[in-house]
């Protein structure tokens, strides 16, 4: 059965940093591109980042350029999400997501329709 498995979010302060750890379990992860997604309280879900699945390509979406840096261990069939300068505006609960179909060549628009493989996200909070 395919599965991702987030971890990694929890309560940081203002300007503080996270690192979110996406594995696969039942599958390796190396064959697929895959997403990060976030979803705010009351807002709908929005791409985040994504990476190819060669880690060649990483795509950001305009707020967290800058700040944000996917990868990705192959070898421990796991994909990252390094958060930086965090704001109260990251705050959501942050989902990985793996296209299995659509694959690399839609990975640069990081369009949830894409994505067909959800793990069950993990809850980011930036506040003081």
């Known amino acids: 059965q395919v599965q991702l498995v987030e971890s990694g979010g929890g309560l940081v302060q203002p300007g503080g940093s996270l690192r979110l750890s996406c594995a696969g379990s039942?599958?390796?992860?190396?064959?697929?591109?895959i997403g990060w997604f976030r979803q705010a309280p009351g807002k709908e879900r929005e791409g985040v980042s994504c990476?190819?699945?060669?880690?060649?390509?990483?795509y950001y979406a305009e707020p967290v350029k800058g700040r944000f840096t996917i990868s990705r261990d192959n070898g421990k069939n796991t994909v990252y999400l390094q958060m930086n300068s965090l704001a109260p505006e990251d705050t959501a609960v942050y989902y990985c997501?793996?296209?299995?179909?659509?694959?690399?060549?839609?990975?640069?628009?990081?369009?949830?329709?894409?994505?067909?493989?959800w793990g069950q996200g993990t809850q980011v909070t930036v506040s003081s």
């Open positions: 997501a793996a296209s299995t179909r659509a694959g690399d060549p839609r990975c640069p628009w990081i369009y949830e329709p894409d994505f067909d493989s």
């Open positions: 039942g599958f390796t992860l190396d064959s697929y591109a």
């Open positions: 990476i190819k699945s060669s880690g060649s390509g990483r």
